[in-house]
């Protein structure tokens, strides 16, 4: 390729960073096609064309999963979650209603999401729950659908999700303990969430996600208990790094790092091994021999994965957060409701998409800068 086109292929990457319009970006990626032998150009149009310039970045990531809060609301009132006072819920006339949420998804799909998963909040709470993964399920091009719940309603409810086409289940459990359980999460209810995990593996879910927020000084004395659930069990538990966020009194020594984590598991069990990472994993997947799940990580504080994120979030009232730990957000709900074109919401999302930042703050950053609690933004 010549000089020529060298500049004119950054130049135009400069002016997509200040922007995005859809022709620019045709314009660097026909660039990007001269830059490759011909021989290889069709594996190029299979691969980056076909997948939407609204939803790539700067960075050339691409966000083909797509998190959505169905509700502020929530059965209990975990420490990490949410403020001890609670928080001042958004007026229901200002959350997305059915339809918008469909609106929305239907949009996002067809720009290239193959996943979404539905959170809170709780979403199980949601009353429309089952009717939103119906019509989820009917979205051509949506590869899978998830939903993160506490587990509370899930054994009433799970046949009918299952049937509505859910695919994907992650629970959340920060303790083996029902005491402790009660004082993390500030309500009772420990044997409906066990209860509900077992009634997730004998209806076929392999394997049932086990979201386990560790903190330092409550429950990193728990992490080999853990571990030897998945000995028996298509488990596969996730260990998640503390994490700052409005209202939970974050604080950097109440902090179990990954690799702290994985040396006390590897003290127990030295044949732990290392399961291959995906271009887009967000957790870091290890497994004993012999034992029928898994363990694995969320190392967002200590081990950042920014560079493979392929994740975008809407809040419950509508707005588009491009970032988990940015501060930044804009209203998709408000566009919507103005009657806007498809065309004028992808450009807005275009836009937001084309701000995401390389890599986030750090985690003292994070820690003093002003987010929302996580259950207003969705977990």
């Known amino acids: ?44 149009n299979e691969e980056v064309l076909p997948f939407s310039a609204f939803l790539t970045d700067n960075f050339g990531r691409q966000h083909s999963y797509l998190r959505i809060s169905l509700t502020e609301k929530c059965n209990l009132r975990c420490q990490y979650c949410m403020p ?57 091009g949506l590869k899978t659908i998830a939903v993160t719940t506490n587990g509370m309603n899930l054994v009433r409810l799970l ?20 005491a402790k359980f009660e004082f993390i999460v500030r ?23 086990v979201n386990c927020v560790v903190m330092r000084g409550l429950n990193e004395d728990e992490l080999l208990d853990f571990v030897a659930l998945t000995e028996k069990k298509p488990l596969e538990v996730r260990f998640i790094e503390y994490m700052p966020f409005d209202g939970n009194k974050w604080n950097f020594k109440k902090m179990v790092s990954y690799q702290e984590m994985l040396d006390r598991i590897r003290q127990q069990w ?29 190392t967002s504080m200590s081990d950042q994965f920014c560079g493979s994120c392929n994740r975008l979030r809407i809040t419950a009232d509508g707005n588009l957060k491009v970032c988990l730990f940015g501060n930044t957000e804009v209203s998709l709900r408000d566009v919507l ?3 806007a074109s498809d065309q004028k919401l992808l450009d807005i999302i275009g836009a937001a998409v084309g701000r995401k930042k390389k ?8 820690s003093q800068m002003k987010n929302r609690p996580m259950i207003l933004i969705g977990g």
């Open 337 to 339: 409701r103005s009657g």
């Open 187 to 209: 309500r009772k209810g420990f044997h409906k969430v066990m209860e509900g995990i077992d009634k997730a593996i004998e209806m076929g879910y392999n394997p049932v996600k």
């Open 270 to 298: 030295p044949s732990l091994e290392q399961l291959p990472l995906g271009k887009t994993d967000t957790a870091k997947t290890f497994k004993v021999p012999g034992f029928q799940g898994q363990v694995g990580f969320i």
């Open 159 to 178: 046949p009918k999700l299952k049937e509505a086409g859910l695919d994907l289940l992650n629970i959340s459990l920060d303790t083996l303990v029902p």
């Open 84 to 140: 001890e006072e609670g928080v001042k819920l958004t007026p229901r006339a200002q959350l997305l209603s059915t339809s918008e949420v469909l609106t929305v998804a239907q949009l996002f799909v067809r720009e290239g999401v193959e996943k979404i998963r539905l959170t809170g909040g709780e979403p199980l709470i949601r009353p429309d729950v089952l009717d939103i993964i119906t019509e989820l399920r009917k979205l051509e």
């Open 359 to 366: 890599q986030h703050a750090g985690m003292f950053s994070i």
């Open 1 to 44: 390729m010549s000089i020529y086109l060298i500049l004119a292929f950054f130049a135009l990457k400069k002016l997509l960073s200040n922007g995005c319009s859809l022709f620019i970006l045709s314009v660097v990626v026909y660039f990007q096609e001269l830059a490759v032998p011909m021989g290889q150009r069709q594996r190029l």
